[in-house]
């Protein structure tokens, strides 16, 4: 029976199987698509993510981040990491490199997919296979959350994210996040003639149109673009456990707020951590303390930056309300990174 059956081989999907790998477990990830898998996101590992990631024997390659930016035409705010430079990362390079730890540690990587499971006391049977115990990373949308009856439903604005890569010279070191009525536009270097710009919004627009509401930086962009317009979304999902039996959940399938704070990856790879830990101590309902734990404060800061763009006239305080009191700005930021 394998100990550990992972359902998504993702970025938390990897970094769970490296880590039940890493601890002498046997790990299997069932994944649908070929490596290295893209994703609409902002790139950005913040810097307790990154150590993390280092910790596994993972090194991605990538532009040096300095701290993040808030920009909007007339007001700036910006605060530097305290613990050391985060890195912007290509998606698929981040993947890529998970990808190939995971087979270092001996990781059976299946083309499957998984959404229909049976438990009992001693096992789970999903995908063909028998396991100790299977982890649910299988992203927003999960059909395994689904299938155990974990998801909680949400009625306020849904919200959604594209992004697109351009090939041009970074003009920074920081995450620089432009703020206009209605969305956001998160610019993240990833190379050395490479940044990606990522737009949220509850409007459904396209790429296009949300990126002329930031003229500033659309004249920055004269770089042609670099592959597709990729999306996400709706991207607030809830869920009412992450334990269930002997399922748990890890990742954005294990419930998710917004990428406004960019913290998706590091939370993701500091969960699965946790969760491996969890097992390895015979104490499974232990993880979803440790999950709320670990997402504590970015669901508090989170919920509050998206509070604020909800009332009226809050999302245009928000940047000058950070340059008046840069003290608190940082905090704020090294609290998440």
């Not at 994944?31 to 090194?59: H, N």
């Not at 993240?188 to 396209?206: E, M, N, Y």
């Not at 993701?268 to 390895?280: D, F, Q």
């Amino acid at each position: 029976m394998i100990d550990v059956l992972v359902a998504g081989g993702g970025p938390a999907g990897l970094a769970t199987a490296v880590h039940a790998a890493l601890a002498g477990m046997e790990a299997v990830v069932v994944e649908p698509r070929d490596a290295p898998v893209d994703k609409a996101c902002g790139e950005g590992l913040m810097p307790t993510g990154l150590a993390a990631l280092r910790a596994m024997g993972v090194f991605p390659q990538g532009r040096p981040l300095r701290g993040i930016r808030y920009l909007t035409p007339a007001h700036r705010a910006q605060a530097d990491f305290d613990e050391g430079p985060g890195l912007g990362v290509r998606r698929t390079a981040l993947h890529a490199v998970l990808h190939r730890r995971a087979e270092e540690l001996g990781v059976r990587i299946v083309r499957g997919r998984i959404d229909r499971l049976s438990q009992d006391h001693t096992g789970v049977h999903a995908g063909g296979m028998s396991c100790r115990w299977l982890v649910a990373a299988d992203g927003l949308r999960s059909p395994l959350r689904a299938a155990l009856g974990l998801d909680v439903p949400d009625t306020r604005p849904r919200r959604y994210g594209l992004r697109r890569h351009y090939r041009v010279a970074p003009w920074t070191d920081f995450v620089e996040v432009n703020w206009a009525p209605g969305g956001e536009a998160y610019v993240t270097p990833v190379g050395d003639g490479l940044v990606g710009v990522a737009v949220l919004s509850s409007q459904r627009l396209t790429f296009d149109e949300h990126l002329a509401r930031f003229p500033a930086l659309r004249a920055r962009l004269s770089g042609p673009p670099d592959g597709k317009v990729r999306g996400a979304g709706p991207l607030r999902r809830r869920a009412r456990a992450r334990v269930a039996g002997r399922v748990l959940l890890v990742g954005d399938a294990a419930g998710y707020t917004d990428a406004l704070t960019g913290e998706g990856v590091s939370l993701a790879v500091l969960s699965a951590r946790a969760l491996v830990g969890c097992l390895l101590a015979g104490r499974p309902q232990a993880y979803e303390a440790a999950w709320r734990r670990l997402s504590r404060r970015h669901r508090l800061l989170t919920e509050g930056l998206l509070w604020a763009t909800r009332v009226p006239g809050g999302a245009g305080a928000i940047v000058p309300t950070a340059q008046r009191l840069p003290a608190v700005f940082r905090t704020a930021v090294n609290l998440l990174a």
